[in-house]
C-alpha cells in the first residue's frame, strides 16, 4: 500500500541552526501539506502546496520557513534558524482531488 | 478563528459496547470531514472521511454528520482494546489547498 514517508525519524539541533525535513508523498497525489503537533497539543496546519507553489499557510509559517519540491518525488521543510519552540512533531501529507489527507510517520525535531 | 471542538475524554467504554465519539465545529463554509485515530507518539490515521448530511458506514465505523447542527460523530461497533487511542476529528472549509482544521482529539479507552 502506498505511503507518506519522512526522513529523518528524529532529528535534534542547536538553537539557531538550520533544519531540513524530507518527505515523499504517495505517488499520484497532488496536494502536499506539512503540520506540526507540540507535545501534548492539537495538530496544527503549517502549508499546503499545489502544482509547486504555496496555495495556504497559517499564521505560524512565518519567513523561518520554506517549502520545497526539488525533484518529482521529495518534497522538504526548511526551518531556516530553529527556535526552542519549534520542537514538536512535523508531519508530511499528501492527497489527491478530494481532501482526504494520508500523513507520514513523522519526524521529531528537538531543538536544544 | 475557525474551531473544531472535542471532549477531551478519556471516554471509558468496555469491550464490545459502541463507542461515541462527538465533534462540533464553528464554520458554517466546511465542506468535508475526517476522523483520524492517533496512537501514542504515531501520526494521525485516517478512518473515515463524509461529506453529505446523514450516516456513513465503513466496517465497525459509522461517521454521522449534522451540517446545520455543526456537528460530526463517530461511532464505533464492538469496541476492541486495539481501539484505545485518541480520535482527532477534522474539518476542511474548502479553501484552496484543502489544509485541515484539527480538533485536540478523544481519547478513547476500551477496557477488556
Known amino acids: 500500500e502506498p505511503e507518506v514517508t519522512q526522513t529523518p525519524s528524529h532529528q535534534v539541533t542547536q538553537m539557531g541552526q538550520e533544519v531540513i525535513l524530507r518527505c515523499v508523498p504517495i505517488?499520484?497525489?497532488?496536494?502536499f501539506y506539512w503540520y506540526r503537533q507540540i507535545l501534548g497539543q492539537k495538530v496544527e496546519f503549517l502549508v499546503s502546496?499545489?502544482?509547486?507553489?504555496?496555495?495556504?499557510k497559517s499564521e505560524i509559517f512565518d519567513d523561518q520557513f520554506s517549502v520545497e519540491r526539488p525533484d518529482g518525488s521529495n518534497f522538504t521543510l526548511k526551518i531556516r534558524s530553529t527556535k526552542l519552540e519549534d520542537s514538536a512533531m512535523y508531519f508530511c501529507a499528501s492527497s489527491g482531488d478530494l481532501a482526504e489527507a494520508f500523513f507520514g510517520q513523522g519526524t521529531r525535531l528537538t531543538v536544544v | 478563528q475557525k474551531e473544531v471542538e472535542q471532549n477531551s475524554g478519556p471516554l471509558s467504554v468496555p469491550e464490545g459496547a459502541i463507542a461515541s465519539l462527538n465533534c462540533t465545529y464553528s464554520d458554517r463554509g466546511s465542506q468535508s470531514f475526517f476522523w483520524y485515530r492517533q496512537y501514542s507518539g504515531k501520526s494521525p490515521e485516517l478512518i473515515m472521511f463524509?461529506?453529505?448530511?446523514g450516516d456513513k458506514e465503513d466496517g465497525r465505523f459509522t461517521a454521522q454528520l449534522n451540517k446545520a447542527s455543526q456537528y460530526v460523530s463517530l461511532l464505533i461497533r464492538d469496541s476492541q482494546p486495539s481501539d484505545s487511542a485518541t480520535y482527532l476529528c477534522a474539518v476542511n472549509i474548502g479553501n484552496a489547498g484543502n489544509m485541515l482544521t484539527f480538533g485536540g482529539g478523544t481519547r478513547l479507552m476500551v477496557k477488556p
Open positions: 505517488s499520484n497525489h497532488l496536494y
Open positions: 463524509i461529506y453529505s448530511n
Open positions: 502546496f499545489y502544482n509547486n507553489e504555496i496555495s495556504e
